[in-house]
């Protein structure tokens, strides 16, 4: 058992895949966390992750995970449509979760999960990693603290050009703006949250325009929110789109630039980040801030340290709603 914690968290995987992967090694390297079982859709495929990982348990169905009474905490990354069932179906079984993001489909499909989780008294985290990483801290810092003063605008994006079937199908929940496009309603709410002080914030006007691929699927899309504190948001998103993902906020006193975000992949491990803060009229700064430990196991540790809260504070319910409810009227706009 790992020591600094009352009780290291038993960790089972639901599905096999590449992101569960990418989790297995955080969990390997985090300070809270073990590596207990993991399922898949085919028995093979599971033993095989195991043996990868050296987990204990494999198993060829999800079920058969959920019953496993050494288990204290499912991990969930199975396409998007399925992540409402099985994260309401471990909460029944007394598991506490960590969802992929979107946590679901629907606002209406997470209030369910949130109920399961409140009836069933678990644990239960939208798993955007990146709102951990402490550049995403720094950057919220620098915001609140007015290191640019009034903030008014904001552009992030957030796009890689090569499609995995998942994506391209509607019924896998296909499509840029549930997968990486949330990255960017989070953020842009993050940046109006850090600005105005509140808590969870909502746009007051949400539009988008999208390249729709033959099955309907938005492909490439942009957004424009009004946000609260009068912050007007620029998205961009997609699959099919090679461009530089970055985070620029513009204030009356000057502007920040992250060339390189949290949520790239050369950013999930241990490394130094840049924030570069530009005065009105002034020289660039750059801000290093170092990362020491992988994203992955600072998840996995961020759950183990708020599991008796139920709720983790910067990834709380009232947070994945307000992200599910901005997600909905993007698609909705791209869609009249």
């Not at 603290?145 to 296909?174: K, Q």
């Amino acid at each position: 058992m790992k020591l600094g914690h009352p009780k290291s968290v038993r960790w089972g995987l639901l599905a096999a895949g590449t992101i569960a992967a990418e989790f297995a090694a955080g969990v390997e390297e985090s300070k809270h966390g073990v590596l207990e079982a993991v399922a898949a859709r085919s028995g093979d495929r599971a033993a095989e992750f195991a043996s990868r990982f050296e987990i204990p348990k494999c198993y060829g169905a999800y079920e058969d995970l959920l019953a496993d009474p050494d288990v204290d905490a499912i991990y969930i990354s199975t396409p998007h449509p399925l992540h409402g069932e099985w994260a309401i179906r471990a909460a029944e079984a007394g598991k506490h979760i960590l969802c992929e993001k979107p946590l679901t489909m629907s606002v209406a499909e997470a209030e369910k999960v949130i109920d399961a989780a409140r009836a069933n008294d678990v644990f239960l985290m939208e798993a955007f990693m990146y709102r951990l990483h402490p550049q995403i801290r720094r950057l919220a810092e620098l915001i609140s603290c007015g290191a640019i003063g009034e903030v008014r605008a904001v552009d992030v994006a957030f796009s890689y050009n090569f499609a995995v079937p998942r994506l391209t199908d509607p019924a896998l929940g296909g499509g840029g703006i549930f997968d990486v496009g949330c990255y960017c309603t989070s953020l842009a709410r993050l940046v109006s949250q850090a600005a105005t002080g509140q808590d969870v914030v909502e746009p007051e006007e949400v539009l988008g325009m999208a390249r729709l691929d033959e099955n309907g699927v938005d492909e490439v899309a942009f957004g424009l929110l009004r946000l609260p504190g009068g912050i007007l948001a620029q998205l961009a998103c997609g699959f099919r789109l090679t461009q530089d993902d970055h985070i620029r906020v513009y204030g009356s006193e000057g502007q920040l630039y992250v060339p390189k975000p949290a949520w790239i992949h050369e950013m999930r491990k241990p490394k130094t980040s840049q924030i570069i803060l530009t005065p009105e009229g002034g020289e660039p700064e750059v801000i290093e801030v170092e990362a020491t430990q992988g994203l992955f196991a600072r998840e996995a540790d961020h759950v183990a340290t708020h599991l008796e809260d139920r709720q983790a504070p910067e990834l709380n319910w009232a947070e994945t709603l307000a992200n599910l409810r901005t997600l909905e009227r993007w698609r909705a706009a791209i869609t009249r």
